[in-house]
């Protein structure tokens, strides 16, 4: 942290301790760490044919995942926000889902699926707040899901809107 810091006060006299950006402020092991565990969460695994190892190796990398839970191949789970997402019990993901937890000019958001839910193939999750997807929600192929969805609804279309169960 302080090697860093003492790099960016030496290119930038001008600046002040407060304006330093934060990822300057990393410590060594960090900036060692992270491209390594970027690296494996967004290039190695993802491609893994086993399920069971793209789980086990996505835990490795720090994202908390349920037990009896499937990640389809070639997801893109947010490798810079490992530790806000969280995926529960018996959820399934199918190929290609795209987790996005931050963007340009937005904070870093929780993305939380509860047990039992179904991501179908293609989905996009941006979570630009928050978004909880509830206990058994369904979420439809190719989806772009930008806010919560209620447990037990099915959400789909571009951005989702929560189909009404007929009765």
């Given at each position: ?78 490798d810079l926000c490992y530790d806000l997402i969280e995926i529960g019990n018996n959820v399934t ?75």
């Open positions: 942290m302080k090697l860093l810091t003492a790099i960016y006060r030496l290119r930038h006299r001008d600046i002040q301790d407060d304006n330093i950006p934060y990822y300057w402020k990393y410590p060594l092991w960090t900036v060692i760490c992270k491209p390594i565990r970027k690296f494996f969460s967004a290039v190695v695994i993802p491609t893994i044919p086993f399920n069971n190892i793209r789980i086990w190796g996505y835990r490795i990398c720090g994202y908390k995942i349920g037990g009896g839970t499937f990640i389809g191949m070639r997801c893109y789970l947010d993901i199918s190929y290609g889902v795209y987790f996005a937890c931050h963007g340009r000019k937005q904070g870093h958001n929780k993305l939380v699926i509860r047990d039992g839910a179904y991501i179908g193939m293609g989905a996009t999750i941006i979570a630009k707040t928050d978004i909880e997807i509830g206990r058994k929600a369904v979420i439809g192929a190719r989806t772009l899901v930008n806010k919560s969805v209620p447990a037990g609804k099915t959400a789909v279309g571009i951005p989702c809107h929560i189909l009404e169960s007929k009765q």
